[in-house]
């Protein structure tokens, strides 16, 4: 039996398309059905939220963090984003050390954030692959993934070349860095080949898992996420990438303003932030929360990150609030907190907008998310309460614990 959902009354803001006063969204089995006016037809058996007076928004998508693989809180024992043994680390996964309890989970709620791409962190040259979760839900981390071939996370820059260089191994110096990326490429490469003509003879071929992975990214399955702050970095991102032909994305993107008409000319996005750090490393020297609103300006599709734990992912829209004080249009930083990271990560054929077809994950606000006062009211992932009022007396918001969405009492009963 189809389950329906209906927020009605809301100033319903579909980022992709125009706002609407006294909007309806409809939801049928997790997948919104309807977006629309005050018009819009409701099924007799949906689940109807009045939203008047309050701003109807898609979940926000966070494009880089390390959500459950660095657990806020935890220290040494919660830390599992680097695995710093090996520089060419494509066949570790993000995905193997997320644990779903992490306290961040709720704060990703309570900032409306109901999807998070989860990256290995950046001591290594290559880190390992990806995944895009949504941030509620699941009995176990597998039932919240949203797409397990998002991309990998490639580092360059000081934090690679301390981590080995410190160990008196290659790489410690930038040409180390980048040598490290070439000689990968190529034995994924020449591993492709292999693999194409051991298939065109019928005979067997021996599986190498990095070697497989970068090959995907040379394939265009994979996206090359690149860590990089400072424009001599960025600049060898762009060199390496148009040397083997893969699809790059900019993280962090520090001091991309100063080649943001490179960067906008070659189609390349940048996933900016995080904002609210101090300089603590030369590459960021040059920090400043405008340069987003510069690299912007220049016509480059920007997405905006916590970094979470390096700030709390439950920031992400303060971020954003802090960039349009700096000249960012607001436009342009609702969309960096939704339909451009969705887009940039090939995740907008199910989330960032409120669209037919997409999924059900939209978010509640008091007022408009980015006012300083706004507050997340109610939370759905795939047309399902995960933030709801406490009680009908009580309209304080409450995190529906994992177990309820099960039919559970408690996780024992």
Same mark, same amino acid.
């Given at each position: 039996m189809t389950e329906f959902l209906a927020i009605t009354g809301g100033y319903v803001v579909p980022v992709s398309g125009e706002p609407i006063q006294n909007g309806t969204v409809v &939801?049928?089995?997790g997948v919104i059905s309807a977006v629309g006016g005050p018009g819009t +037809? !409701? +099924?007799?058996d949906a689940r109807v939220v009045d939203? @008047?007076?309050r701003w109807v928004v898609p979940g926000f998508v966070e494009a880089h963090g390390h959500l459950g693989v660095h657990e806020d809180g935890e220290g040494w024992s919660g830390n599992d984003t680097n695995e710093m043994t090996d520089p060419n680390g494509a066949r570790f996964r993000a995905l193997d050390g997320i644990d779903i309890e992490e306290i961040g989970f709720r704060d990703a709620l309570r900032g409306g954030v109901t999807t998070a791409v989860i990256k290995p962190g950046s001591g290594n040259p290559i880190g390992g692959r990806t995944v895009a979760l949504k941030t509620w839900g699941g009995r176990t981390v597998d039932e919240q993934v949203l797409a397990l071939d998002v991309s990998v996370k490639s580092a360059l820059g000081e934090n690679p070349k301390r981590v080995y260089g410190d160990k008196k191994q290659t790489p410690s110096t930038r040409l180390g860095v980048a040598s490290v990326l070439r000689d990968a490429f190529v034995s994924a490469r020449n591993y492709a080949d292999k693999r194409a003509d051991s298939a065109a003879k019928g005979e067997p071929f021996a599986r190498n898992l990095t070697d497989e992975t970068l090959a995907a990214v040379l394939d265009g399955d994979l996206v090359w996420d690149q860590h990089c702050h400072r424009h001599d970095d960025i600049a060898t991102a762009i060199r390496i990438a148009e040397e083997f032909g893969y699809d790059l994305v900019i993280n962090h993107g520090t001091e991309g303003?100063? !080649?943001a008409d490179v960067l906008a000319e070659k189609g390349i996005p940048v996933i900016f932030g995080p904002l609210l750090t101090s300089r603590s490393k030369v590459e960021l020297r040059d920090r400043a929360i405008g340069n987003l609103a510069l !690299?912007?300006?220049a016509g480059v599709k920007v997405a905006i990150t916590t970094d979470h734990p390096v700030v709390p992912i439950e920031q992400l829209r303060l971020q954003a609030i802090l960039a349009v004080r700096e000249g960012l249009p607001a436009k342009t930083a609702l969309e960096a907190l939704t339909v451009n990271?969705? @887009? !940039?990560?090939r995740l907008d054929s199910? &989330?960032?907008a409120l669209e037919e077809g997409l999924d059900g994950d939209i978010v509640v606000w008091s007022a408009d998310p980015l006012a300083i006062e706004s507050e997340v009211e109610q939370v759905f992932i795939n047309?399902? +309460?995960a933030i709801e009022p406490t009680a009908a007396d009580d309209p304080t918001p409450r995190i529906v614990d994992r177990w309820e969405r099960f039919g559970r009492n408690s996780w024992i009963g």
């Open positions: &939801v049928a089995d +037809p !409701i +099924p007799d939203a @008047s007076g303003h100063k !080649i !690299i912007a300006a990271p969705a @887009s !940039i990560l199910r &989330v960032g047309g399902r +309460p």
